[in-house]
């Protein structure tokens, strides 16, 4: 026998072997200390420098004697697999055992392998079997899950075993409880008898419960799969019983599995009180699907759907639903949406890369995006969005300079007798292809960028509600301009050549079924760049002043018998003054010859280079009448454009202004203003503000907010940081209001109470969607109101709607209250 007192041992290989030739060796390091060992030199080649083991890092030849050799880092995942043995160390008071066959630690005994420890009062270690017996205040950290007990039978290698009367919490999401009994399978799962299973904190006192705890005769716990399986188990929340089943499984952490998820219970002024029971199916690591049946009150019963894939070079998304029977409209519904898209690289350069979008939305009837508003199908709340649904359809390639693409555009048009639409053309087909070069040689000149863009367009849509006729066009854009670029400033100057074709399926008003447009752009583009250091508000700033001016000159050409197909007047801001057509799409080119000039001033931080302040003025001088228009409209005349003056400021990390002004001079008349700004001190705490006006057409006011209510107060909470809220026990509100001026009315609301309770979270949410716009322009005044309610377990589960996607989608930087940003570190818990 061989006794030591405060020992510290490594049983590898090695060790063992040297524990047959001496007595013992103790190590002269403080308790809790790394443990380093030198193999004797009996068991060295002596023709080899010694080898210096670091526990964690692979032994160095290159280490002289007595020179240690430590890891960069602590590895997250300890060495192990087929070949590698790991050692073995044990710390106790007093030691004493058999080489190679037991060894006995009684008091503060400790024993480590690779990722997991030991800590008892008294720790048997059978060498030969692997197997570790420990009693008393027995300790278990296994990759940072922790396990405490009277008791502990387990096998090393495998980690099988099992625990009397053990508590156990787990890294992943800090759930805890406590069981009659464990029994381990491997370092990934175990199962615990008469045990449950909760998120909540200890709170003080002795009379302290859980807000909700699983109760269950057997909790099998799967690591790997990160799922939970609970077997006679009941859910209590408040010690009022919730859920309770023969066996039902929830999740460890974010990971996905295959059930039932907690069910939806809505309300609804346009569909009624509606119960949905989704179930998820996880197929693989790249698929998944979900069912959805709904039961709604004045409807029947929807059978929905999603599908979803993400392979390497492509990835889609398919959702679908039928209501058999609609109890209001005395007939079958339905809808669908296909998102795909991908692409694929031949590896050959000859053949170049391939790829393919396809954007398909259908319903079944005009009334579907009144009735089912929330549905998401059409883009969002948007009114003219849901009711043009498009199915898009293309397919790209491209080798070098060269690319082409071959494209489907069919709108689905649901129309409202009361607010027709007049439907937009579909393209059957769409063929484009063009040839791009930049900073090329052309005919001895450098540094020239150049491109031919070609397209060909079939424009169908209802004669009737167009009235003009369908047609084929074809056209041909060829530019080539010269950039100087230099730090102080550049000059671009740049020729276009627009040449258009049509062929009509119906003659134009003077007889013609073809017409052809050739038009040629001169533009040149300068502006200069100054700098200085300036000093304001105390801080230190690089101030630019940033002048330019852009001419354009293009002949005019009629184009007043050419029909409509996809132009329209462009918008009037900062990117669009700077163009050389006044029209977006193909089938208007704007006459011109008129200079463009503007000026922008920015402070930037001269470390960062972040903008903290930028300001900007532009005008656009006209020296002719533009004759070209739209159907409807009269030439332009006026030879001064609106001054456009924009602003905006990040000068606090707080605050953040913009705003944007379009402003008659000769009238002294805003034409169309928008000011919007955001103070957000911290996290959780956010408002926002903005103010739209368009002169005659619509003025609005919005307001969306994120704050604590128990600011009022004077209980500011915790700095958590992102993604953990902001402490137990406090009251957020949140919401966005949309007033409309001329309507007099609340147009569009959310409106909500979040309340973290720690372990739980309870979100209300009262939601109002506007349905037509205003009846001023005759389109109707129709709504939508719902209530989304939710109960979060933090770490278990939630049930009920899912009001987080309207909150995010609908209050700018909204943060959820608990959002994992990184895995849990075993170090977190590190013995």
């Not at 526990?55 to 240690?68: C, E, K, N, T, V």
């Not at 399986?229 to 929340?237: C, I, P, T, Y």
């Not at 957020?732 to 001026?741: A, D, H, I, K, Q």
């Amino acid at each position: 026998m061989h006794r030591a007192s405060r020992s510290r041992f490594i049983l590898s290989p090695v060790a063992h072997a040297a524990l047959s030739l001496v007595s013992c060796t103790v190590l002269g390091l403080g308790h809790g200390g790394i443990a380093y060992a030198q193999a004797p030199a009996a068991l060295q080649d002596p023709a080899k420098p010694p080898v210096t083991s670091v526990p964690g890092s692979i032994p160095r030849r290159d280490a002289l004697p007595g020179q240690l050799k430590s890891a960069s880092m602590l590895a997250e995942q300890p060495p192990g697999g087929p070949g590698i043995e790991l050692p073995t160390f044990i710390f106790g008071d007093r030691l004493s055992g058999r080489p190679e066959l037991e060894t006995v630690i009684d008091g503060n005994a400790e024993l480590r392998r690779g990722g997991s420890s030991i800590r008892a009062d008294w720790l048997q270690y059978d060498q030969p079997s692997d197997v570790v017996k420990a009693r008393g205040n027995v300790r278990v950290n296994s990759a940072g899950n922790l396990f405490n007990g009277p008791e502990l039978e387990i096998k090393l290698d495998t980690f099988e075993g099992f625990f009397t009367r053990p508590d156990y919490r787990f890294l992943q999401n800090n759930g805890y409880g406590v069981a009659s009994r464990a029994d381990f399978i491997d370092d990934k799962r175990l199962v615990a008898y008469d045990a449950n299973f909760t998120t909540c904190q200890r709170g003080e006192g002795p009379s302290w419960m859980p807000a909700w705890i699983v109760n269950a005769s057997s909790i099998k716990f799967d690591k790997e799969a990160d799922v939970g399986e609970a077997s006679g188990g009941v859910l209590r929340f408040m010690s009022v019983p919730i859920l309770a089943a023969p066996t039902f499984t929830f999740p460890l952490s974010d990971k996905r599995k295959s059930g039932l998820l907690p069910p939806t219970i809505g309300l609804s002024s346009v569909n009624g009180t509606s119960v949905t029971v989704p179930y998820y199916f996880d197929i693989a690591p790249q698929r998944d699907a979900t069912f959805a049946p709904t039961i709604m009150s004045k409807r029947g019963v929807d059978l929905a759907g999603e599908f979803r894939y993400l392979e390497r070079n492509y990835r889609g998304e398919l959702r679908a639903s039928v209501l058999p029977n609609d109890s209001l409209r005395d007939k079958t519904r339905w809808s669908y949406n296909y998102l795909s898209s991908g692409s694929f690289n031949t590896g050959l350069s000859a053949v170049g890369g391939l790829g393919f979008n396809l954007n398909l939305n259908r319903v079944s009837d005009n009334n579907y995006w009144r009735d089912f508003p929330s549905t998401g199908l059409g883009g969002g709340s948007n009114v003219l969005t849901q009711r043009l649904l498009t199915s898009d359809a293309s397919v790209s390639w491209g080798r070098g300079y060269f690319s082409t693409t071959l494209r489907t555009l069919k709108y689905q048009t649901l129309q409202d007798v009361n607010a027709p639409i007049v439907p937009p053309y579909d393209r059957l087909p769409q063929l484009t292809a063009a040839y791009t070069r930049i900073n090329a040689p052309l005919v001895g000149v450098d540094g020239l960028d150049y491109s031919v863009t070609t397209d060909y367009t079939r424009f169908e849509s209802n004669r009737l509600l167009t009235r003009q006729p369908n047609a084929n066009r074809t056209f041909a854009l060829a530019q080539i301009s010269r950039p100087w670029i230099r730090p102080a400033g550049y000059i671009t100057p740049k020729l276009k050549l627009n040449s258009t074709a049509y062929q009509f399926d119906g003659p134009l008003i003077n007889g013609a079924r073809s017409a052809t447009r050739t038009v040629p752009t001169f533009s040149l583009d300068s502006g200069l760049v100054f700098e200085r250091d300036a000093n304001f508000f105390g801080q230190a700033f690089t101030q630019t002043l940033e002048p330019r001016a852009f001419y354009v000159n293009t002949p005019y050409r009629n184009q007043a018998a050419l029909p409509n197909y996809d132009s329209g007047l462009n918008a009037f801001n900062f990117a669009t003054l700077f163009t050389e057509n006044e029209f977006v799409g193909n089938d208007r080119i704007s006459d011109s010859n008129m200079l463009t000039t503007g000026i922008t001033s920015r402070l930037l931080n001269p470390d960062t280079g972040a903008e903290a302040l930028r300001v900007g003025i532009a005008q656009r001088v006209r020296f002719k009448d533009r004759q070209v228009t739209l159907p409807g409209e009269v030439r332009v005349s006026e030879r001064l454009s609106d001054l456009l003056l924009g602003a905006s400021a990040n000068l606090t990390p707080a605050w953040s202004l913009d705003t944007t002004v379009q402003y008659n001079p000769k009238t002294n008349i805003s034409e169309r203003s928008t000011v919007g700004g955001r103070y957000s001190p911290s996290n959780y705490r956010v408002v926002s503000a903005a103010y739209r006006r368009q002169r005659n057409v619509s003025e609005q006011y919005e307001v969306g907010w994120q704050w604590p209510i128990n600011d009022l107060w004077g209980d500011k909470g915790q700095d958590l940081g992102a993604g953990r809220g902001q402490g137990a026990g406090r009251w957020y509100s949140v919401g966005r209001l949309n007033y409309s001026v001329p309507d007099k009315k609340l147009v569009d609301v959310v409106v909500g109470l979040e309340y973290d309770g720690c372990c739980w979270i309870g979100r209300v949410v009262l939601e109002r969607t506007q349905l037509g716009t205003s009846a001023r322009v005759g389109t109707g005044s129709s709504s939508s109101t719902r209530i989304l309610f939710q109960l979060e377990f933090v770490g278990f589960s939630r049930i009920g709607n899912n009001p987080l996607k309207t909150l995010k989608a609908n209050i700018p930087r909204y943060q959820y209250l608990r959002e994992q940003s990184t895995t849990p570190s075993r170090f977190t818990n590190y013995d």
